[in-house]
């Protein structure tokens, strides 16, 4: 079976699972009110446990940080944390980030990823 004829995401390796993915500001509070926050890092705590003498300046660092606001944690294989390595299917699929919309079963990111 050649890579462009993957009828479903179980016949996929999930290489759009080992991207990065950002959400901007609008969307991971959408994800915070829906409990799901504990599953992103934004990037102004990132940037402070680099640099801790900003400690305390998360508000002003959030503002920097407006369309790449946080990111999808990652597993220690490099997989989003939301795969489920059995099913290879996405274990918030319902409420998942936009821009993992844009790689849905042969989308034009898709196949890109793919192929």
Known sequence: MGFHTIKSCL???SFCCKLVVEVNRTEYL???N???EGNFIKHSSKFIESNPKYKG???HLDLMYEDNFAELKKSSD???IMLDK????CTMYEN???V???FKIHSKNCIKCIS
Do not use: V
Request: charged share 45%; glycine share 8%; hydrophobic share 20%.
């Open 57 to 59: 300046k998360e508000a």
């Open 34 to 36: 829906k409990g799901l």
């Open 86 to 89: 059995e099913t290879r299917l």
């Open 100 to 102: 993992c919309e844009d």
């Open 11 to 13: 016949d996929c390796f």
């Open 30 to 32: 959408e994800f915070k």
């Open 96 to 98: 998942r980030p936009s």
């Open 78 to 80: 490099g997989y989003c």
